[in-house]
């Protein structure tokens, strides 16, 4: 087993379950001590239960991303408990679909202030630490939705917002030696979409339409945001890997 997060530091948002919480999981299996932060107190407290059983260290944060005193505390606990934060994963995100006419005011604001804010709000508050140690990683989950979905204005728009995010803290934080790279997932087989009504008819369309003839796991995603987030990236910033199984349209 490679250990090349040995003595790292992460903080991965939304990982009381799904994507985040196999992105957790393989982080401390290289090595890292992490903070698992979730809006849901019970999923983000028994995933660092469940780190800490099987040898590994890590301390559970409630936190809404959207709200900046939240942020802010995720980033203090991790540096009281740890003293450092070498990578940031913004993972944290929803989806309220509906065709345009019918989207709600609020179904935009919640998907744009959870999705975009909450990544740009750890972004502010974790940065000045990994500039004051000329290092960091930061890995935004954004998704394939970013080229445009229909009936997901409010997601698509959150996430193309993710992926402008991560191109100009790129720029902005490369003379620190912060790389920023985003992940744009295909349909990845998490509760969010397990529990979709239409979810047999939804995994055989996307068989149909994905050149790689699966649906894609939550692993998948994880084995990605680890090379971003590992030392073999260094020189690549800016960047978004589609983990979608070469389907882009
Ligand atoms: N599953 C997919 O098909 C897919 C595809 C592309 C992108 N993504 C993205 O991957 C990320 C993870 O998605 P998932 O499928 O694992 O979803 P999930 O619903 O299984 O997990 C998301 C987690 O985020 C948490 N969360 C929600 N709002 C929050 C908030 N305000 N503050 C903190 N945490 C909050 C939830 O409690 C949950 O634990 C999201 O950003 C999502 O947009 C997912």
New binding site residues.
């Given amino acids: 087993m490679l250990m090349r997060f040995a003595g790292k530091v992460a903080i991965v ?9 196999a992105i957790v999981q393989k982080l401390v299996q290289e090595g890292a001590l992490v903070t698992v ?4 107190r019970q ?2 407290e028994e995933t660092a239960r469940e780190i800490n059983q099987s040898g590994g260290r890590a301390i559970a944060v409630e ?4 709200k900046a005193e ?1 942020t802010r505390r995720i980033v203090e606990k991790t540096i009281e408990t740890f003293g450092r934060i070498d990578i940031l994963v913004n ?5 309220r679909d509906a065709r345009i006419n019918d989207m709600e005011e609020d179904d935009w604001d919640l998907v744009v ?3 975009l804010k ?1 990544a740009f709000l750890c972004c502010k508050y974790a940065s000045p630490y990994m500039i004051e140690q000329n290092y960091g990683k930061i890995v935004n ?5 970013h080229l445009g979905n229909p009936g997901q204005a409010n ?1 698509s728009s959150a ?1 193309a917002g993710v992926v402008g995010l991560t191109r100009a803290l790129a720029k902005e934080l490369g003379r620190n030696s912060i790389t920023v790279n985003a992940i ?10 397990k529990n979709h009504p239409k979810y047999e008819k939804i995994k055989e369309l996307q068989k149909r339409d994905t050149p790689i003839q699966r649906i ?1 796991l ?1 692993e998948d ?1 994880a084995n990605a945001v680890l090379f971003f987030a590992s030392d073999e990236s260094s020189y690549i910033s800016g960047d978004i890997l589609h983990v979608s199984g070469g389907r882009f349209g």
Wanted: with cysteine.
């Fill in positions: 948002t939304g990982s009381g379950k799904g994507i985040g919480k932060t979730d809006v849901n999923t983000c936190a809404d991303v959207s939240d993972n944290a995100g929803l989806v202030d959870v999705c909450g989950i954004a998704s394939r939705a997601y996430k744009a997932p295909g349909m990845i087989e998490t509760d969010a979409v894609g939550p995603v």
